[in-house]
């Protein structure tokens, strides 16, 4: 029976492991199941939250929609303006050139001669 000893030897390390494995795979059950209870006490109120971040973002959305509507809106008006003090600025242009050619013909010949004051030294 000289093979006998080393037969009975890997039988305990066989029993030994499967023990070890047991234990280890009851531990890890027990810690699963204690995580899942957490798991589901934590459910209920993260589904309220997660309503209420949907509810939010929906607020969120309808005022970025309502933002840029406005901004649209701001943009169309100020294009408007610009395009209105243009017209303004071109036809003020237009009277200052007028102006200035109905007066160049009204005072001469545009040199600016004018009576000249004579200074009496004395």
Same mark, same amino acid.
């Given at each position: 029976?000289?093979?006998?000893?080393?037969?009975?030897?890997?039988?305990?390390?066989?029993?030994?492991?499967?023990?070890?494995?047991?234990?280890?795979?009851?531990?890890?059950? /027990? +810690?699963?199941? @204690? *995580? #899942?209870?957490? =798991?589901?006490?934590? %459910?209920?109120? !993260?589904? &309220? $939250?997660? /309503? +209420?971040?949907? @509810? *939010? #973002?929906?607020? =969120?959305?309808?005022? %970025?929609?309502? !933002?840029? &509507? $406005?901004? /649209?809106?701001?943009?169309?008006?100020?294009?408007?303006?610009?395009?209105?003090?243009?017209?303004?600025?071109?036809?003020?242009?237009?009277?200052?050139?007028?102006?200035?050619?109905?007066?160049?013909?009204?005072?001469?010949?545009?040199?600016?001669?004018?009576?000249?004051?004579?200074?009496?030294?004395?």
């Amino acid at each position: 029976m000289p093979d006998a000893f080393p037969l009975l030897m890997c039988l305990g390390v066989i029993s030994a492991c499967a023990l070890a494995m047991t234990a280890t795979m009851v531990w890890t059950a /027990r +810690d699963m199941r @204690r *995580a #899942l209870r957490r =798991v589901n006490a934590i %459910l209920p109120s !993260a589904e &309220q $939250a997660l /309503r +209420d971040v949907h @509810r *939010a #973002l929906h607020h =969120v959305r309808r005022l %970025l929609t309502r !933002a840029d &509507q $406005a901004s /649209r809106r701001v943009e169309i008006i100020v294009h408007q303006a610009c395009d209105t003090a243009e017209d303004v600025v071109e036809r003020v242009s237009a009277l200052k050139q007028q102006a200035q050619h109905s007066l160049g013909k009204w005072l001469g010949n545009g040199a600016g001669a004018g009576p000249r004051r004579h200074h009496r030294k004395g």
